[in-house]
């Protein structure tokens, strides 16, 4: 499991959902570089994936993808959200770099 510590981990100019949505995929990518999984029998993807792209409206965006193993109750189990049913990918510490503006 990665900890987090939300008092002094994330940094303090996050103030949106999004913000912290990309903040989060990003950081998990920097921290599971390597893993994959065989999604089908021809798909073996990256558990984490993003990148930059220029869309059709000229805006730049940042894609972000993310594969999360869930515990198998997680249909039966109406006691947790489902983000609480996610296990983790590692044990690796969230780096430096993304504890800070």
């Known amino acids: 499991m990665t900890a987090l510590n939300i008092s002094n981990q994330i940094p303090p100019a996050i ?17 599971n570089p390597q893993m994959r999984v065989l999604e089908t029998d021809l798909a073996n ?8 792209f220029k869309a059709a409206d000229g805006t730049t965006r940042l894609w972000m993808r993310a594969s999360f ?10 006691s947790k959200k489902l983000w609480l049913h996610v296990r983790e990918f590692s044990q690796t510490q969230i780096p430096s770099a993304y504890t800070s503006n």
């Open 69 to 78: 193993e869930i515990d198998p109750a997680w249909a039966s189990d109406n």
């Open 45 to 52: 993807e990256r558990v984490v994936d993003s990148g930059i």
């Open 15 to 31: 103030n949106t959902v999004e913000d912290i949505a990309a903040w989060a995929l990003l950081a998990l990518q920097a921290m």
